[in-house]
Nanobody
């Protein structure tokens, strides 16, 4: 069973940066794809970015060029570097394992087999 533990959330002014980390332990599933999702107040959880077993990354359009997903396989840590943060990035951010990733068409999403961390809150003020 996989365990995901996020850290690094906090408050920052618009234009600032934050880095989130997710320590991964246990079996992350056969898909080999992990990533970050977020849920803003009153909204559904939505994808931010993913990284597959080969290190390929994909992002939602709203964060392209500002956010970077990376992983340290030796330490089993998933990272999310967030730059030029905007107030609309305010949300609880979740680390996810066993995400569906399809390199052929670039589609990625969470399903019933995806496992989640507890979430970490990011607040961006204007």
């Amino acid at each position: 069973q996989v365990r995901l533990l996020e850290s690094g959330g906090g408050s920052v002014q618009a234009g600032g940066s934050l880095s989130l980390s997710c320590v991964v332990s246990g079996d992350t599933g056969s898909r080999g794809c992990m990533g970050w999702f977020r849920r803003a107040s009153g909204q559904a959880r939505a994808g931010v970015g993913v990284i597959d077993r080969d290190g390929g990354t994909r992002y939602t359009d709203a964060v392209k060029g500002r956010f970077t997903v990376s992983k340290d396989d030796a330490k089993n840590i998933l990272h999310l570097q967030m730059n030029n943060l905007k107030p609309e990035d305010t949300a609880t951010y979740y680390c996810a394992a066993n995400v569906v990733c399809r390199p052929a068409d670039g589609v990625w999403y969470a399903d019933a087999l995806t496992t989640w961390g507890q979430g970490t809150l990011v607040t961006v003020s204007s």
